[in-house]
């Protein structure tokens, strides 16, 4: 059973960081790539990263410069670290991954900015 679970969520202040972490198991994590979504209140679910196996990121244009992306593969495990954190970055933030092309979604983690 594919399973991911998130942590590290909480309340930070504007200019403030946060550093996500999703555990992984199930599947080959190595080989797959891993991405973060995002879904703030009354919103839309928005892609935030992904991370290629290869090592290749992406990020959404308003993370970029501010969030990074990683992965330990000996762990399992993918992080997100969030620096330079605003306001409008308050959402559920998910870690996702598509597997036999259906997408796995953990229960997510609740980040909140503000002052």
């Known amino acids: 059973e594919v399973q991911l679970v998130e942590s590290g969520g909480g309340l930070a202040q504007p200019g403030g960081s946060l550093r996500l972490s999703c555990a992984a198991s199930?599947?080959?994590?190595?080989?797959?790539?891993m991405r973060w979504v995002r879904q703030a209140p009354g919103k839309e679910l928005q892609w935030v990263s992904t991370?290629?196996?290869?090592?290749?990121?992406s990020y959404v244009d308003s993370v970029k410069g501010r969030f990074t992306i990683s992965r330990d593969n000996a762990q399992n495990t993918l992080y997100l670290q969030m620096n330079s954190l605003k306001t409008e970055d308050t959402a559920v933030y998910y870690c996702?991954?598509?597997?036999?092309?259906?997408?796995?979604r953990g229960q997510g983690t609740q980040v909140t900015v503000s002052s």
């Open positions: 199930g599947f080959t994590f190595g080989t797959s790539a």
């Open positions: 991370l290629y196996p290869w090592g290749t990121t």
């Open positions: 996702a991954t598509t597997v036999n092309s259906g997408e796995t």
